[in-house]
């Protein structure tokens, strides 16, 4: 539809992909070398800057894959869920793939036979063929990393600062993915329309007493009551610092607009005293 393709072209304007001309630009050419969506491969480009390549690929290797958590048998969604609870990470669900992806390497590492890592799998309600998709896709994204001669960081997943760089990665690709909880019960309002969105089953934070504010999601879907899946929590200033000016004027008006914008006066008001001018 002529709807879906303007659309399409004006995400790729806001992640840099184009230039005046409607072209590729020369930062669109490289995020083509990835087989992954814009958002992700600009995801992967910014993990460059912020030195968390490693933990980003695993992220987007999960996500690509199809979902590693396998549905619970009858009677059995108590125990699952358990299992589950084991990997969840507090900053949330990318973090929480990456919990995963690293637990299933090292059972893997002392697995003897494939027999033993499936069972892992089935112990922890997990899928191996998931797994084993994603550790393939992890190698391929490598491989193309190396390729076009881009820096692949050493991993240093659970440090503070490493936290801190994978959330900025993930902003600087999916800030047109940005929700905020508007009644405290987990009614998530996405800033690029007025749809309101529930948590997926298959989230950390769902059923839990603590539910974020402002979220990071990787896809939204309809046929699945309105789901955010994949959802991680987010400062509403890393939003305002990364997402493009030029985008966050184009949102529509809202309550979470407003706030974002009194954040934006706070932190540089004579920058917006000149463009109101």
């Known amino acids: 539809a002529p709807e879906s393709l303007m659309q399409a072209l004006e995400d790729l304007d806001y992640l840099a992909a184009l230039d005046n001309d409607g072209n590729l630009s020369e930062f669109g050419i490289i995020m083509s070398e990835f087989p992954l969506d814009p958002q992700l491969s600009k995801s992967i480009l ?9 933990e980003m690929l695993t ?5 690509t894959a199809p979902n590693c958590f396998s549905r619970a048998p009858p009677g059995t969604e108590e125990i699952a869920l358990t299992c589950w609870r084991k990997f969840s990470h507090p900053a949330g669900d990318h973090f929480t793939l990456i ?16 027999c033993n890592k499936e069972k892992w799998c089935r112990d922890y309600f997990l899928s191996c063929s998931a797994l084993r998709m994603a550790e393939t896709i992890k190698a391929e994204l490598v491989e193309i990393m190396r390729r076009i001669e881009l820096p692949i960081s050493e991993p ?3 440090s503070e600062e490493n936290t801190l760089s994978i959330k900025k990665s993930l902003i600087s ?3 047109m993915h940005i929700a905020r909880d508007v009644d405290g019960s987990g009614n998530y309002l996405m800033l690029t329309h007025k ?4 948590l997926h089953p298959f989230s950390s934070y769902y059923n839990t007493r603590r539910i974020p504010e402002w979220v990071l999601f990787h896809e939204f879907s309809v046929s699945e009551d309105n789901s955010i899946r994949v959802v991680s929590e987010i400062s509403p200033d890393l939003f305002v610092e990364l997402a493009p000016q030029y985008y966050f004027t184009n949102l529509p008006p809202s309550e979470s607009k407003d706030m974002l914008q009194k954040l934006i006066n706070h932190v540089s008001p004579i920058s917006t005293m000149e463009e109101q001018k």
């Not at 919990?99 to 494939?114: D, G, I, L, R, Y």
């Not at 749809?195 to 529930?198: F, H, I, K, N, W």
């Open 59 to 63: 992220i987007a290797a999960m996500v």
């Open 99 to 114: 919990n995963v992806f690293n637990a299933f390497k090292e059972a893997s590492a002392s697995c003897t036979n494939q």
């Open 156 to 158: 240093d997943f659970g």
């Open 173 to 175: 690709g999916y800030f």
């Open 195 to 198: 749809q309101v969105a529930q």
């Open 46 to 54: 910014a993990s460059c800057e912020f030195d968390c390549v490693d």
